[in-house]
């Protein structure tokens, strides 16, 4: 609407809410994986809105990673 009334349209950032008292977020948080999984999870909600992860190479690494 704002874009339609010749009014500039404000950059928005996506933001990611992590429910941290769902039981498979409190099973991470004992995980030494923990850092890895929480870039995969962040990267992989960027995918599933059309965006890329700010470093794809690092991303199909973690990935990798943890398929091994």
Do not use: W
């Not at 010749?6 to 991470?28: F, R, W």
């Amino acid at each position: 609407m704002l874009k339609q009334a010749g009014q500039k349209v404000p950059d928005l950032k996506p933001v990611l809410e992590v429910n941290a008292e769902h039981p498979l977020v409190k099973k991470l948080e004992t995980s030494e994986h923990f850092d890895d999984l929480a870039h995969i999870l962040f990267d992989q909600a960027l995918l599933a809105e059309g965006g890329l992860p700010e470093d794809p190479a690092a991303y199909v690494k973690r990935v990798n990673a943890l398929l091994m």
